[in-house]
């Protein structure tokens, strides 16, 4: 084990450095999610450039935080409509995590001599899969659709990737970007790989059920409809009309001649994590102990649904993905490997502790107080993400069209009206557009997460 390696090297380092990491604990910078509330300010305003600007200046030279900035940086692009600037920058983001996953002896060295912040941010599994959905995006908002067909085939790669490393009861949350991957593929007349996408995401949206409450999306139910009706599965079409109730349906023949209208909708933020500490005395050995775990806490929800008026059609946008859950589910998991690199830590510090009160009751404290206040919980995570996606799929005979959107605030209760003029729609194709909406009191949370009383929302499903 690692901790075996390093625990005798790692008391005299500890001892040696104690000093050092007395300056860094009584100096140094805010926790990650402290520092990203700043950007986070400037968001309600939709001022983009600054906050692109407080982001370089946080986080552009830190080593270790290179994937985060990357990944806030191209949100921050994308929500200012840089849609090129901002897959230049994930494709950073995705090239610095695949180069982190071969994390190194020292930096795991490093974290039980100080603490998780000091590894590199590789990025949680949803946050790698959402990386790929919104270079998806970018490209089709670009009207790059072939290069957004080559990153469906990396995402279905990564998602093989991912699936070697986890149990089959651990399975990644796939349900969306495989929803995703189907409409490109169904978009460019793929419509044997559209079919096998939908089915995947029918399959995973199954599983949120369980999990996260989150119901299948009826957009999704009319594209296995039609696609088993198009490929002349029949047997394969029987059930899905049994058991989504759905006997009516738009056919691929009946679309022919139209193109679709695909309208993105990301509300709000992602939960963020804060510090979770508590110190102790051991009243056995009078040392000081300090236990610091992250937690996540979710941001007010943003909003209570979204309507759309286009060409004399309304409807509802309906709701694809809830990051709070995932993300809330992905720290449970790795909770226990939290846990257990925290006890190393603390068996390291009795250690040394304990060897410098032989030599120095004075250097014996110092390491203890050094010790304790270098226990921080790594509060990193990828915040500038939405808290819901909603999304509705609109078909229109060819023409240019303006589009009305609603978006019902869950903050004040008011609605909102946004408009986009121009939108061309050609025979046969897609047509995308997206938006990022951010209520007011986005960055409203308690500075201690104790104070923070989690109540269950609906996210705005019906």
């Known amino acids: 084990m690692v901790y075996e390696r390093c625990r005798a090297a790692g008391i005299m380092c500890f001892r040696a450095i104690v000093c050092l990491l007395l ?65 230049t920058a994930f494709e950073t983001a995705k090239q610095l995590m695949e180069r982190v996953e071969a994390i190194s002896v020292t930096e795991q060295t490093s974290s039980l ?32 659709k072939d290069e957004a067909r080559v990153e469906v085939l990396q995402t279905d790669q990564r998602l093989k990737e991912i ?42 949206y199954r599983q949120y059920w369980a999990g996260f409450k989150l119901s299948i999306p009826y957009s999704l139910k009319a594209a296995l409809l039609r696609l088993a009706d198009r490929q002349g599965l029949y047997d394969e079409l029987e059930q899905y009309k049994q058991e989504f109730g759905i006997q009516e349906w738009e056919t691929v023949a009946q679309r022919s001649g139209q193109g679709e209208l695909v309208i993105i909708v990301n509300g709000g933020l992602a939960p963020v994590k804060l510090a979770d500490s508590a110190t102790v005395i ?56 939290i846990i257990a690199r925290a006890a190393a ?10 060897q410098g009160r032989q030599e120095n009751a004075a250097l014996g404290l110092l390491v203890n107080i050094g010790g304790a206040l270098l226990e921080q919980a790594d509060t990193r995570s990828w915040t500038t993400l939405p808290q819901t996606i909603y999304m509705a799929r609109i078909p229109l005979n060819p023409g240019t069209y303006n589009l009305s959107l ?46 923070y009383t989690r109540v269950n929302a609906n996210y705005g499903i019906r």
């Open 113 to 144: 001599l100080i603490n998780d912040q000091v590894k590199s941010y590789e990025g949680e599994v949803f946050e790698k899969l959402l990386l790929h959905f919104y270079k998806i995006l970018n490209y089709l908002e670009l009207g790059k």
């Open 406 to 451: 609603n978006i019902v605030s869950s903050y004040d209760g008011k609605d909102q009206a946004l408009n986009f003029g121009g939108l061309e729609i050609k025979a046969g194709q897609n047509t995308y557009r997206s938006l990022h909406w951010i209520p007011h009191n986005v960055t409203n949370l308690p500075g201690n997460p104790r104070e």
């Open 282 to 337: 051991s009243p056995s050995s009078g040392q000081l102990i300090r236990i610091s775990v992250p937690v996540y806490v979710k941001r007010p929800i943003a909003l209570s649904g979204a309507n759309y008026n286009v060409a004399e059609q309304q409807g509802q946008l309906e709701i694809m993905e809830i990051v709070d859950p995932i993300a809330i589910k992905t720290l449970e998991r790795n909770m226990p490997t």
């Open 23 to 87: 300056v860094l604990s009584v100096n140094g910078c805010a926790g990650y999610s402290a520092n990203i509330r700043n950007v986070e300010q400037q968001l309600v305003v939709q001022n983009y450039q600054a906050a692109l600007a407080i982001l370089e200046k946080l986080y552009a030279g830190s080593s270790r935080d290179a994937v985060l900035y990357n990944l806030n940086k191209g949100m921050l692009l994308r929500m200012s409509g840089d849609y090129n600037a901002s897959n």
């Open 345 to 354: 830590r603390q068996a390291l510090k009795y250690q040394a502790t304990k």
């Open 163 to 204: 699936k070697q490393k986890l149990s089959e009861d651990d399975l990644p949350e796939e349900a969306w970007i495989r929803y995703m991957s189907g409409i490109v593929f169904e978009d460019l007349g793929e419509w044997s790989d559209a079919m096998i996408a939908y089915r995947k995401a029918y399959e995973s």
